[in-house]
């Protein structure tokens, strides 16, 4: 068997052989073929990017058909099981799992950067009473950049290492103050006795008491949800980062463009929705009715199905366990037993089985999200924090990557040529 494809240009009669790497052929190679000197090269459409592949990278896993999701060839589950989310940002940044001492020095960096510059909070606190807790993020994010001019040097290794520690630091101070600012109470600063997620917690409820300390079981859970959202691939807000990334601007700003991508409801917000859906049914008897509707086209079952999984998303599964401790610490959510009926009844329905269509990641978690009194528009400033270690893996392949260029699509263009133009004056005569 040859790897390559032989490809006839029925315009010209011409054959090309092309290469197949990887299971992929090179755009390049395709714009070779031409059908006269004049002529532009063969190009590819392809909106949305469904079949190509932007880039090569060692840092996450996915095989939709079985339900695999791995960060650097581990699987999720026994990182859910029995990582930190700490851990898995270093495994991801890294590459490999650290030592006993690399760990160490890891935590230690983190958590002697989560302390923003006073300034942040001033600007922070300009923004309007009501304003969404994701574009504070977005903007403050942003922002940094402008704190450290530094960052730019984007090609020495050192300096990258201290932008990717400032971040993954200051992303639970930047989101736990957005939300604070909405409810209209006072910033709480980092506590840098206490981990991650725990001190996460802490500057999102802390009131008049000395020390906050949330209940172990709802800091592990919460940690777990960071876990599963920490990467994904070649999703849209990665994309973001990925082509904002390489024009070669600070990391800052191009993690700033991955939140604004994720602030789209088409990323970020299915879990929102599921919560809808799960209170409009209202009690399990209204199951068949709605489960009818969405068979007759009238309306989609909300977590369920993804354009990658075509079998038990991996991040459901855990997330579904994780509700158990959540909910003996806060009780349980009356919308729980409608989610599993909805599961169990669809599971077995020959509409869902026939288009594989399975719970996802935002099925339970808004459940979860719920449960710790996370008003909607907060669940999207957690997938971020999640997401920041990928955002950060990701640009970091990409600006070694000797094969990356500044992202510049083609396009097809469909618009008017040649037209002459008149003067306003003549034209309004
Ligand atoms: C995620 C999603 C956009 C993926 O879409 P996709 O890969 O483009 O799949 P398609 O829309 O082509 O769906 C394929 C078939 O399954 C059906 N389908 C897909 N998701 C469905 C859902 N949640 N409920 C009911 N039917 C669904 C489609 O109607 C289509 O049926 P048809 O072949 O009879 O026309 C889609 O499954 C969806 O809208 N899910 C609900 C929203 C959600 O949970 N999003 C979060 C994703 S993490």
Not at 211 to 229: G, N, Q, Y
Not at 316 to 322: E, V
Request: glycine content about 8%; aromatic content about 12%.
């Amino acid at each position: 068997m040859t790897d390559s494809l032989t490809v006839r240009d029925n315009r010209t009669g011409q054959e090309y052989d092309v290469p197949i790497l990887d299971g992929t052929i090179k755009a390049a190679d395709i714009g070779k073929i031409k059908a006269g000197d004049d002529i532009p090269g063969l190009a590819v459409y392809d909106p949305g990017f469904v079949n190509t592949a932007s880039c090569r990278s060692a840092v996450t896993y996915i095989d939709g058909e079985q339900g695999i999701l791995e960060y650097r060839g581990y699987p999720i589950e026994q990182l859910a099981e029995k990582s930190n989310f700490l851990e898995v940002a270093y495994l991801l940044i890294h590459g490999s799992l650290p030592t006993k001492a690399e760990y160490e020095s890891w935590v230690h960096e983190i958590t002697y950067h989560t302390f923003v510059h006073e300034n942040v909070k001033s600007f922070m606190e300009g923004f309007r009473y009501d304003a969404h807790p994701m574009g504070m993020l977005m903007a403050s994010v942003g922002a940094l950049s402008t704190f450290y001019p530094d960052a730019r040097n984007i090609s020495d290794a050192d300096n990258r290492h201290m932008q990717i520690v400032r971040m993954i630091a200051k992303m639970p101070t930047l989101g736990a103050w957005s939300f604070r600012h909405a409810q209209g109470k006072p910033f709480v600063y980092p506590d840098n006795e206490l981990g991650y997620t725990a001190n996460f917690l802490s500057m999102l409820f802390k009131m008049s008491e000395h020390k906050f300390e949330a209940d172990e079981r709802l800091v592990k859970a919460l940690d777990i949800l960071f876990i599963l959202h920490a990467d994904h691939e070649q999703n849209c807000s990665t994309n973001a980062v990925r082509s904002v990334g390489s024009s070669q601007v600070d990391p800052y700003s191009a993690v700033a463009a991955g939140v604004a991508a994720l602030y789209g409801p088409l990323h970020g917000g299915a879990n929102e929705a599921v919560l809808r859906m799960l209170r409009r049914i209202g009690s399990k008897e209204n199951i068949p009715a709605f489960i009818q509707g969405v068979k007759d086209g009238n309306e989609r079952l909300m977590g369920f199905g993804h354009r990658v999984y075509k079998n038990y998303d991996p991040r459901a599964k855990i997330i579904k366990k994780a509700c158990d401790d959540v909910f003996e610490v806060t009780g349980v959510n009356p919308l729980l037993e409608i989610a599993q009926e909805l599961e169990k009844i669809a599971l077995e329905d020959e509409y869902f089985v026939s288009r594989k269509l399975y719970p996802n990641v935002d099925f339970y978690s808004g459940l979860i999200y719920e449960a710790f009194q996370f008003p909607p528009e907060m669940f999207t400033v957690l997938f971020a924090i999640g997401r920041t270690p990928g955002w950060l893996a990701q640009w970091l392949e990409l600006v070694q990557d000797k094969e990356q260029k500044i992202a510049r699509p083609k396009q097809i263009y469909t618009g008017d040529r040649r037209l002459d133009f008149v003067p306003a004056s003549e034209r309004w005569a």
